[in-house]
């Protein structure tokens, strides 16, 4: 496995995490929001690894600025639910090319 496309799930995996309803809202709620911050670091180091990769860095760039602005109740669900998504497929296809 391409270490860019385990990045990418790990970094999915983690946003899918925070995008179920009343739950991640919990965990981001309870956790004082810093669960945001270790989204935003593991973002930026997803970023690097698929820059260096060459693979699509849209989905990483996506995730820094959800972690930005996801402390919106129903905004945060949302745009942790699409940067999931887009993690996810991306890692896929990035798995499949190498």
Partial sequence: MKLSALAKF?????EALL?????????VFFSGYSVLGIALTLH????II???YRTAKTPSVFGI????????PV?????H????ILLL????SDNRRG
């Fill in 10 to 14: 790990i970094s999915g995996g983690y």
């Fill in 65 to 72: 600025i959800t972690s930005l602005i996801a402390g919106i």
């Fill in 89 to 92: 497929v991306s890692a896929v």
């Fill in 81 to 84: 639910t699409i940067t999931a």
């Fill in 44 to 47: 930026i180091i997803t970023f």
């Fill in 19 to 27: 995008a179920i309803p009343l739950i991640g809202g919990s965990i």
């Fill in 50 to 52: 698929a820059y260096v």
């Fill in 75 to 79: 905004i945060g669900w949302l745009l």
